[in-house]
C-alpha cells in the first residue's frame, strides 16, 4: 500500500510543489518518483520498501506522468536509493 504526499512542480498545473497527504505511521517508508532527466514529480511513502509491492507506486505513474524510477529514503545512510 502507498500514499503520495506531495506532487512537485513539474506535475502541477499551476506549477507549485502540493502536499496534499500526511504520512501515516503504518507506512513509514519514504519514496519519491523522477523521470529520466531526474526531475522529481512526486513524493510519497509506502508500508514496503523491498518487495515486488515497492514498485507499486512506479507501476501506477509511469504511463500516466512518464516517471521511470522509484527511490526509497534510507534512514541509516540518510540518501535516497533506487530500487
Not at 2 to 29: H, S
Not at 53 to 81: C, H, M, Q
Request: charged share 35%.
Amino acid at each position: 500500500m502507498f500514499l503520495i504526499t506531495k506532487w512537485c512542480a513539474a506535475i502541477t498545473d499551476d506549477g507549485k510543489d502540493r502536499i496534499v497527504n500526511e504520512q501515516p505511521k503504518e507506512m513509514p517508508f519514504k519514496f519519491r518518483l523522477k523521470d529520466d532527466d531526474g526531475e522529481i514529480y512526486a513524493y510519497g511513502c509506502s508500508d514496503d520498501c523491498d518487495s515486488e509491492k515497492a514498485f507499486a507506486p512506479l507501476d501506477r505513474y509511469a504511463n500516466d506522468y512518464g516517471v521511470t524510477s522509484i527511490e526509497y529514503y534510507n534512514k541509516d545512510s540518510n540518501e535516497w536509493e533506487v530500487l
